[in-house]
């Protein structure tokens, strides 16, 4: 199930809104990588739409939230990647810190449904 379901979208349709994904290893921990963190997140935020039958190739806005902008820079064209034809608004933030220990990125997926 979705973790949240907005109205705010054209009458017949409605958005959902996957809030501050991570990119955890199966043990909870944080790769090593950015860019293996970031396609664990990709992966995660894929696995949650899939669940109400949607995929990142539906996202209509991206939020990214970095705590460095260096190794974010490596995970552009796997974000391109993930997204295939899904050309969505893509708001970028640098932060001082997200809620795990040691994790550097985290994405927020926007996809209207119906």
Known sequence: MPDSIQHDAPAG????????IA??????????RMVEE???????ANDHLALSGLSLYGVTHLVCLV?????????????????????PVVTLRVVP???CE???LAFTVRVARG
Do not use: F, H, N, W
Not at 13 to 20: C, L
Not at 38 to 44: I, K, M, P, Q
Not at 73 to 82: D, H, M, T, V
């Open 13 to 20: 349709t409605e958005t959902i809104v996957i809030p501050a």
């Open 23 to 32: 990119g955890l290893m199966p043990d909870g921990k944080i790769p090593s």
């Open 38 to 44: 970031c396609r664990l997140a990709l992966e995660s």
């Open 67 to 87: 705590r460095d902008m260096d190794g974010y820079r490596q995970c552009g064209s796997l974000i391109a990647e993930a997204l295939g034809p899904a050309r």
């Open 97 to 99: 810190s997200l809620p």
């Open 102 to 104: 040691g994790q550097r």
